[in-house]
């Protein structure tokens, strides 16, 4: 399983390195779905495969289909692709490049070194510390969020909505609201 | 002989089997293309390719024959890449959903403990087929048919997922074995009618089979996503059409029917005997429907299978706790 995992691994990082430098949009989200893919495989070989279905359910399967159809429907083409080409320039490369340098010499220092449980101070929160604490204390502000959000999406369907059609006598005007 | 241990006799079968299901799933979606037009038109009271062979029964050969000699052209103004990819897609994500269907007690590829969450990425994955098929062939008509596909897809799958909950939640498992022993007495088919009748729904939808045909209209958008293509990768689109039906009538035998369970009658014999009956009902749908207009089809999913499988997954849950409080 260990081969599975380095090489699923090793597929992940490759892609999302695609993902940067691909200059058409389209094949930017194909690398990204075998990103997650790969990243789902990883799940799969430490021996989650729920966490590992769910990667591809949600993300792959239901989040990226979506950005991939945005980016059908705005017909993107060979000016994109040139403009894309002119931000991958080399100099603009240096300062990200410098920075996640860094991040991963402090990446792999700490490694190395093995102190990965060590923190600046307090205990390592755990995803169940998290939710205890979102779903004990704190229900009050969650269920609040969780309103705040579902007024957004009814504003979201309000304000995109088709305007009323004018009544015009046709067999079905009482339909179109519907689509 | 030393080889031949047991543990590398048991890695044979497995891939025997394994095999034996890939090539029948294949087989029998080739085959059903054939067996539907019959039956178009038996119900349709018309003939149907009666010409090739003793009742049509070489038909397909002759197809094969015809779509493998024809010239594979991928268009000019194509995107490569993707135009490729497409229809490997559309075929490998249906076949690999095969792994997690248990066929018989000693038959099937894989006892996944996720087995229905299995599917369901399979499924997720395929809408990219019929997305990247769409936008790579550079076609407006093909663009459009991969539109209504995917935002069909979508939809249809979010209540395909909750349709089956209900199922996962009576059987306590996501493991299709677990699910299948788990109807031993009686079949979901009974609680589970709405989740049933909204599964089979959402199958239909998801496999773009009529009356949900909207993405390949042929009077509207003359094929939709699959306009450009010729030969072969025509042939693995059209095909995975009917593998996806295979998959869909396998999948609800396994988990409203019963799966292998039946009086008398070996398991396999069961299995087939349910999948040949949803197999056929497909077909019936088609020559009996009409196609719905587009926004119909959108509406109708979100507004009213979506509500009916939240609250048969709600009294579902209830009844559950009702009866074995834990």
């Not at chain 1, 705040?148 to 088709?162: D, E, I, P, Q, Y």
């Not at chain 2, 397909?60 to 897609?89: C, Y």
């Not at chain 2, 749908?285 to 609250?311: E, Q």
Request: glycine content about 10%; aromatic content about 12%.
């Amino acid at each position: 399983m260990e081969v599975a995992f380095y090489l699923s691994g090793l597929v992940a990082v490759l892609a999302t390195l695609g993902v940067v430098v691909s200059v058409n949009p389209v094949h930017a989200l194909l690398y990204l779905i075998v990103s997650l893919i790969g990243v789902a495989m990883v799940f799969f070989a430490l021996g989650a495969p729920f966490a590992g279905a769910l990667e591809i359910i949600v993300y792959a399967g239901a989040i990226m289909v979506l950005f991939v159809f945005v980016v059908m429907m705005l017909n993107l083409g060979e000016a994109v692709v040139d403009q894309e080409r002119a931000w991958l320039k080399p100099g603009i490369w240096r300062g990200p490049a410098v920075l996640a340098a860094l991040l991963l010499v402090i990446l792999a220092v700490t490694l190395w070194r093995g102190d990965i449980g060590m923190v600046i101070a307090g205990e390592t929160l755990t995803a169940k510390a998290v939710g205890m604490t979102l779903f004990g204390p704190w229900l009050l502000v969650v269920e609040l969020g969780a309103m705040l959000l579902l007024a957004a999406l009814v504003t979201a369907s309000h304000v995109g909505r088709l305007s009323t059609p004018r009544q015009t006598p046709g067999r079905d005007a009482s339909t179109k609201e519907g689509a | 002989m030393s080889w031949w241990t047991p543990t590398v006799e048991a890695a044979f079968i497995a891939m025997l089997q394994a095999l034996v299901i890939l090539l029948g799933a294949v087989l029998l979606g080739a085959v059903m293309t054939v067996v539907e037009r019959r039956l178009l038109g038996l119900w349709q009271d018309r003939y149907g390719p009666n010409r090739v062979g003793p009742f049509g029964t070489l038909q397909l050969v002759a197809d094969m024959l015809k779509i493998f000699f024809k010239e594979d052209w991928i268009p000019p103004f194509a995107d490569r890449t993707l135009f490729v990819l497409a229809p490997a897609i559309a075929m490998a994500s249906l076949l690999l959903s095969f792994i997690v269907i248990p066929i018989t007690p000693g038959w099937g590829v894989a006892d996944l403990h996720i087995g229905l969450l299995f599917f369901l990425a399979m499924a997720g994955i395929n809408v990219y087929a019929v997305l990247f098929g769409g936008w790579s062939s550079g076609n407006k008509y093909a663009l459009i048919g991969a539109m209504r596909a995917s935002a069909q897809t979508l939809s249809y799958e979010v209540f395909m997922g909750l349709a089956l909950m209900g199922v996962v939640a009576m059987a306590g498992s996501f493991n299709m074995r677990e699910i299948v022993n788990a109807q031993e007495g009686f079949w979901f088919v009974i609680p589970q009618f709405f989740g049933f009748c909204t599964f089979l729904i959402a199958g239909i939808a998801v496999t773009h089979r009529h009356p949900f045909d909207q993405p390949e209209a042929e009077q509207e958008l003359a094929d939709g996503y699959h306009i450009e293509y010729s030969s072969m990768k025509f042939g693995m689109f059209f095909i995975g059409e009917y593998v996806g039906m295979v998959l869909v009538s396998a999948l609800i035998v396994t988990l409203f029917f019963g799966g292998w369970h039946g009086p008398l009658l070996p398991p396999i014999v069961w299995f087939a005997l349910k999948t040949g009956f949803f197999l056929m009902l497909f077909v019936l749908l088609r020559a009996s429907l009409p196609r719905p207009r587009y926004d119909r089809v959108m509406s109708f999913g979100w507004k009213v299978c979506l509500p009916l499988t939240l609250v048969n997954l709600l009294v579902t849950g209830a009844v559950i706790l009702l009866v074995s409080p834990q």
